[in-house]
């Protein structure tokens, strides 16, 4: 069985700073894609940013110049790094990967519980 564990969320004053980690665990084989999504109350859970195992990323233009993501493969791990955040990025944010479990020929999606982010004065 594989889990992913999201920390680092919490409350923060608008232009403030927070990094959000997620590790995964268990019978892995190989991660490729990890990526963090959010979803804001009353609202769909949109895609926030991606990072391959190569290390090329993506992110929505609503967060470009502002979050960071990165990726530890030795420690299964993808980070977050918001910068100059803003009350619309309150949401609680979701760690999604693609891991291989038996086969690298088939990668499974697994997701997190979440960590909340709130920007609040």
């Known amino acids: 069985q594989v889990q992913l564990v999201e920390s680092g969320g919490g409350l923060v004053q608008p232009g403030g700073s927070l990094r959000l980690s997620c590790t995964a665990s268990?019978?892995?084989?190989?991660?490729?894609?990890m990526r963090w999504y959010r979803q804001a109350p009353g609202k769909e859970r949109e895609l926030v940013a991606g990072?391959?195992?190569?290390?090329?990323?993506n992110y929505a233009d609503s967060v470009k110049g502002r979050f960071t993501i990165s990726r530890d493969n030795a420690k299964n791990t993808v980070y977050l790094q918001m910068n100059s955040l803003k009350p619309e990025d309150t949401a609680l944010y979701y760690c999604?990967?693609?891991?291989?479990?038996?086969?690298?020929?088939?990668?499974?999606?697994?997701w997190g519980r979440g960590t909340q982010v709130t920007v609040s004065s």
């Open positions: 999604n990967a693609g891991v291989a479990v038996t086969t690298a020929r088939r990668y499974d999606d697994y």
């Open positions: 268990g019978s892995i084989l190989s991660i490729n894609v």
């Open positions: 990072v391959t195992g190569g290390g090329m990323t």
